[in-house]
């Protein structure tokens, strides 16, 4: 048994509080396969986030090291702290052919963008209104407010980036726009340049099947007259 397509890189990038830590984690609860691309930031911790699981929380010295080390695939300043992506998990994942998920910015994108072209999916989550983008900040309650004051004077600069992506969703209702996401993973799974070994193991006579879109390969009985 096999699963070596070159893995996708799918990028949700939103302003601040349109959604996108909710549907990712949807997205990664239905397809456990989909790994989640753990960022380092210098940001301090809000309560209930633990090192290692949301970020790498490191402080600037590290985080300056590090880019001298050239050990991030992309890094930006974002809200007044920085947040970087691992290279050598970018590496590993698409050498292994795991598919993987990141919640970064559009700085972030664009770079992973230009540096594997075809690899990178980006998605961009709109939020139904600048109102209601005020309205969740609010509501989440995991900011102070002069943070979210600054997260909302940003959150037009961040919007008008959309363009840069490959699709947008408006999160207005969940889950319509949960729909959405996990057909924009599902159709990106099965373009042809994704599938040529599925597509080859048939025709050499093996069984080829697709459980919650990661590929099976294995076995002869796939073949005519067996
Ligand atoms: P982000 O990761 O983009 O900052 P979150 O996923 O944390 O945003 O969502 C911000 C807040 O809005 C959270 O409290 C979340 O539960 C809520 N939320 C997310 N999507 C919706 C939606 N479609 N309708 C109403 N509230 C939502
Ligand atoms: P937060 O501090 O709310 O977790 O994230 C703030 C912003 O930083 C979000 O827009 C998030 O997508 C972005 N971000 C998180 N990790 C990274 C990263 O590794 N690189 C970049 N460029 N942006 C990131």
Do not use: W
């Amino acid at each position: 048994m096999s699963n070596n397509h070159r893995g996708l890189l799918l990028v949700v990038s939103s302003p601040s509080g349109a959604g996108k830590t909710t549907l990712c984690q949807r997205l990664r609860a239905e397809f456990p396969q989909l790994g989640f691309s753990v960022s380092y930031t210098t940001r301090a911790p809000r309560p209930g986030e633990t090192h290692g699981v949301e970020y790498f929380f490191v402080d600037r010295e590290t985080f300056t090291e590090m880019v001298a080390r050239d050990e991030f695939a992309e890094y930006a300043l974002v809200h007044t702290n920085n947040y970087g992506t691992s290279a050598p998990l970018v590496r590993e994942a698409l050498a292994a052919g795991n598919d993987l998920l990141f919640d970064i910015d559009f700085q972030g994108g664009r770079q992973l963008r230009a540096k594997f072209p075809h690899d990178v999916v980006l998605v961009f989550i709109l939020p139904p209104s600048l109102g209601e983008l005020e309205r969740r900040l609010r509501a989440r309650n995991t900011d102070a407010p002069e943070v979210i004051e600054r997260r909302l004077r940003v959150a037009r600069e961040e919007l008008s980036h959309y363009g840069e992506y490959d699709y947008v969703i408006v999160n207005d209702d969940l889950d319509r726009a949960y729909d959405v996401l996990r057909a924009i993973y599902l159709s990106e799974l099965h373009r042809t340049r994704r599938q040529r070994e599925a597509a080859e193991a048939v025709l050499s006579g093996q069984q080829v099947l697709e459980i919650g879109g990661r590929l099976r390969i294995g076995g002869g009985r796939g073949k005519e007259g067996e």
